[in-house]
């Protein structure tokens, strides 16, 4: 599936993927702009354990779209904000990579961390 013939409406809905290390991502992403991100990591769950909650935006463009999720209401995350980089595959399947801002730079492409995430509710 090309970007272009991705709509933004499209990634509302619940998406998972598993990281390079086997860990499993979720994002629901809602249509007023939130997002709730969930990470089944034991670190994570201990940190919030019912996922970050925070805004998120998306600019289309091709071939990568870009993804910043900021926002956050958890304390330890009020002046941090994830940029990423956003592929639409094909129907209810895109990628994502990113990181924080404290750790750096928003990718300029995909590399072997990139998570290929599903639709699980389409």
């Known amino acids: 599936m090309l970007a272009a ?3 933004r409406a499209e990634l509302v809905g619940t998406w998972s993927g ?3 290390d086997g860990t499993q991502v979720t ?8 997002v709730l991100w969930l990470v ?11 996922g970050l909650r925070a805004k998120y935006t998306v600019r289309p463009k091709s071939p990568l779209w870009e993804i910043d999720i900021h926002d956050f209401e958890h304390a330890g995350f009020k ?3 994830f ?5 639409p595959l094909e129907k209810n399947q895109v990628k994502i990579e990113g990181q924080p801002t404290n750790r750096g730079r928003r ?10 995430f599903s639709k699980t509710d389409p």
């Open 40 to 50: 089944d990591e034991p670190n994570f769950k201990r940190q919030a354990p019912s």
């Open 5 to 7: 013939e991705f709509q």
């Open 83 to 87: 940029h990423g980089i956003l592929q």
């Open 18 to 20: 598993k990281a390079k």
């Open 79 to 81: 002046n941090v904000s």
């Open 107 to 116: 990718p300029q492409s995909f590399s072997d961390e990139a998570v290929i």
């Open 27 to 34: 994002y629901r992403f809602h249509k007023d702009g939130s």
